[in-house]
């Protein structure tokens, strides 16, 4: 069958549409190339790196995209609100939320040339930081905004020329002025049935399920302005991320597919046994802290997570592999020799450990010396001179503490044993560098030399010839190191301290394989500005960093807000993930906003969508609502307008792309007394549309276009503009670069679409 009969069939048969609406007219019709770029810095980082329908990201520059939203400037132009990024807030924190202003040239019965001109665009922008969470440039003065701080949709021009914008990861509304920087803080979404709370959607910043991916953002922006190639990693107690049976091991909060996702690697602490350490590897984990190495070996050696009877964490060559999962020996490997010393060192490097984990304090000459508590404990360390063990070890010299100090202590079980010939490389190291015991505190300077001597040791030393010789030399030549620097916030040396370790491993040469970590940020930002080739790591725990109830912004998080102890359990997330406010219609008398949710509320009937009242002189919600239901065969709502006669006009949508059975409308209500909307018509079939002017000729491959019929079959059509003379401006969202609803032959991204529609008469 020829491909035309074949369009002209698909436009005839009825595919499951309203009989009943009759088709709408085709007048104009402007396109903007899928492929336009604005000036700005490039984007699309997190898109992979295979060619999406032949585009390859990242982009050098920012793409204009397609608009979720059209408002009609009055001299011919449109401001046009771009998409939030990439569909996503892991993959948006390089894309600029702008605003364009468009002129559009339709192709009409009588000329035009069908085009789309960028006359300019501002970006939204937060200087006076009425924003109090985090977002991706928290550092810098302009605080421009990105696709993962808002999900902008909608968007309207009050009454006295600012803006305001319907959002969903809040939901939120957020009002900016008319050259788009933002005037006050972002209004949540009461929950009208339950007092005190909000209706809030996965993604929003006010619950600790969304604040962990939003300091990441903040803390790998600040890194990169200054060279950071590698991203901060994200090292959360095991407990805290998300698990196969939610809520049994504790404050569940992170996701870690999320995380990952937006580049951030997670690294979990402390776990010790073997079967939660598999079910941390089924989740995806990227390492695992624990103080038993012996057994972190074992669990990797013997993890299937494919099921193919295959264990696939270690490689050909008996050594773990580095880019599948890092193991971490905390302190060491503090249940089996002393912590923080030389033979929990050796100990761990043993079992083949990817990574070698340490605290570090800092001496009274200001000296990184291993060590985790501040004030040395007696049960850990003793005083060989036997004076008082309890002193801090910032009021002793280094000289001192190697002198005096034996930290030899067993108190971590019967697997603990500080046996000194179980511990050749440390013996032999602690008498070439003059250190009085093998558990004598190590400087971190010693630390690091000390791995190297482990390398030799068994590569050309006494230890050639034990049976995993080989492997013990391969892998200390690659070990990576992380460092926890030990302060609170009322420390004031924190930059002193940060400057002291990055020397320390600068001077190693080991910067590229070195990692400093920290509960307290503000060790972290000194990091990001004296050494930004060394990596970060966040350490988040209740009870220090997370303290659970309190509403001041927490010391130890370097100004950044947390919401502590709001989580879904007080504060439930029934708003669905790209379910906030896709449209929201201006009332001019009085003067309201009328934001309508894209999707049902979890709890809510199947198909019915609220639609609230936001009172533009009061400055706040009214507590009146609209229920209004979706077509059977909808999925969304995707715009929603009102005339000058009070009837609302709703984009509604199904789910298919590229195809002409499916369902794409604007239906017609009436909105009345709060409650039902009423007169529900559908009003325009987006997908059987006359085209008596031919001014979307047939091209091989499209669908939609040629033989006097049009069809918009793309999955997000998002733009809804009332005209005067019963018309309407229709656009796509062209999901750019994802989406491909019109070419279909050759699987180019959809261009974004401006369609003139002349209404049938009523």
């Known amino acids: 069958m020829r491909r035309g009969l074949a369009l002209v069939l698909a436009f005839a048969c009825a595919c499951g549409r309203p009989a009943a609406a009759p088709p709408a007219t085709l007048v104009g019709r402007a396109v903007l190339p899928a492929a336009t770029f604005a000036p700005g810095p490039a984007s699309g980082a997190r898109l992979g790196p295979a060619p999406i329908h032949g585009q390859q990201a990242p982009f050098p520059s920012q793409p204009v995209q397609g608009f979720s939203a059209l408002v009609a400037v009055g001299d011919g132009t449109y401001l046009a609100l771009a998409d939030n990024g990439y569909g996503k807030i892991e993959n948006s924190a390089d894309f600029h939320l702008r605003v364009y202003t468009l002129r559009l040239d339709p192709r009409t019965a009588n000329g035009g040339s069908g085009a789309v001109e960028i006359v300019g665009h501002f970006e939204l922008r937060d200087p006076g930081r009425a924003v109090a969470f985090p977002i991706v440039q928290q550092f810098s003065e302009a605080r421009v905004l990105t696709g993962a701080d808002f999900d902008p949709e909608s968007m309207q021009r009050a009454p006295d020329g600012t803006l305001w914008f319907g959002d969903e990861f809040g939901p939120f509304l957020l009002h900016t002025s008319a050259e788009g920087i933002v005037l006050e803080p972002p209004i949540g979404l009461p929950d009208v049935e339950q007092a005190g709370l909000e209706l809030r959607a996965p993604q929003n910043p006010n619950n600790e399920e969304g604040a962990a991916l939003r300091l990441m953002n903040a803390l790998d922006w600040r890194a990169r302005q200054r060279g950071a190639t590698r991203s901060p990693v994200l090292s959360p107690h095991h407990a805290m991320v998300g698990d196969d049976e939610p809520g049994e091991l504790g404050r569940e909060l992170f996701d870690v597919k999320s995380l990952r996702a937006a580049g951030f690697p997670v690294v979990v602490w402390t776990v010790n046994e073997v079967a939660r350490m598999h079910a941390l590897m089924r989740l995806g984990v990227d390492g695992i802290i624990s103080d038993r190495p012996d057994l972190l070996i074992k669990a990797a050696r013997s993890f299937d997570g494919d099921g193919d009877g295959v264990p696939e964490l270690v490689g050909a060559d008996g050594l773990v592999r580095r880019d599948a999962i890092d193991l971490q020996g905390h302190r060491g490997a503090r249940d089996l020799r002393p912590e923080n010393t030389l033979p929990a060192m050796e100990a761990a490097l ?35 001179l036997g004076g008082e063990t309890s002193r801090a070890v910032r009021a002793l010299t280094i000289a001192e503490l190697q002198r005096r100090f034996v930290c030899d202590g067993l108190v971590r079980g019967p697997e603990q044993t500080n046996e000194r010939a179980l511990s050749p490389v440390t013996v032999a190291f602690a008498g070439a560098e003059g250190l009085a015991d093998p558990y004598t505190p190590p400087t971190l300077a010693q630390w ?105 912004p927490s010391p130890w998080l370097a100004g950044l807000r947390w919401p502590h102890g709001v989580t879904a359990r ?103 007394a709060p409650g039902a909307t009423a007169e529900v018509v559908t009003q325009i079939d987006l997908l059987a549309i006359a085209d008596p002017h031919g001014l979307a000729p047939a091209v091989a491959g499209d669908v939609g ?14 733009s809804l503009v009332l005209l005067p003379g019963e018309r309407v401006l229709v656009a796509n969202d062209n999901n750019f670069p994802f989406s491909v609803g019109r070419h279909r032959g050759d699987e180019r991204p959809d261009d974004g679409e401006f369609v003139v529609l002349q209404l049938a008469p009523r």
């Open 350 to 384: 043993d079992h083949l450990v990817t990574t070698l984990e340490t605290d570090v304090g800092l001496t009274a000459d200001d000296v990184p010396v291993l060590g985790h508590d501040p004030q040395l404990d007696p049960r850990k360390c003793r005083d060989v």
């Open 448 to 552: 690091l030399r000390f791995v190297a001597a482990y390398a030799d040791h068994y590569s050309t030393g006494p230890g050639a010839s034990h049976p995993e010789a080989a492997l013990r030399a391969a892998n200390a030549r690659q070990v990576r190191f992380s460092v926890e620097t030990k302060l609170t916030p009322e420390d004031d040396f924190a930059g002193l301290f940060a400057a002291r370790v990055s020397e320390a491993i600068a001077a190693a040469g080991v910067t590229g394989r070195a990692w400093v970590q920290s509960f307290d940020l503000r060790t972290l930002l000194h990091v990001q500005d004296l050494a930004p080739a060394i990596g970060t790591v966040v350490l988040l725990a209740d009870g220090v960093n997370l303290p659970i109830g309190s509403e001041a």
């Open 570 to 672: 007080t504060q439930p997330l029934r708003v669905a993930t790209s379910g906030g406010f896709e449209g929201m219609a201006l009332r001019s008398s009085p003067p309201a906003l009328l934001p309508m949710l894209e999707k049902p509320v979890a709890g809510a009937p199947a198909g019915e969508v609220w639609v609230h009242e936001f009172d533009l002189s009061q400055r706040t919600y009214t507590g009146r609502r609209w229920v209004h239901r979706l077509e059977p065969r909808a999925r969304a709502a995707a715009d929603f307008q009102l005339d000058a006669e009070g009837r609302g006009f709703v984009i509604e949508r199904d789910d298919s792309e590229g195809e002409l059975g499916g369902y794409k409308a604007i239906r017609v209500l009436a909105l009345g």
């Open 705 to 718: 276009v040629g033989e006097g019929r049009f069809a918009m079959p793309f999955v997000t059509i998002e």
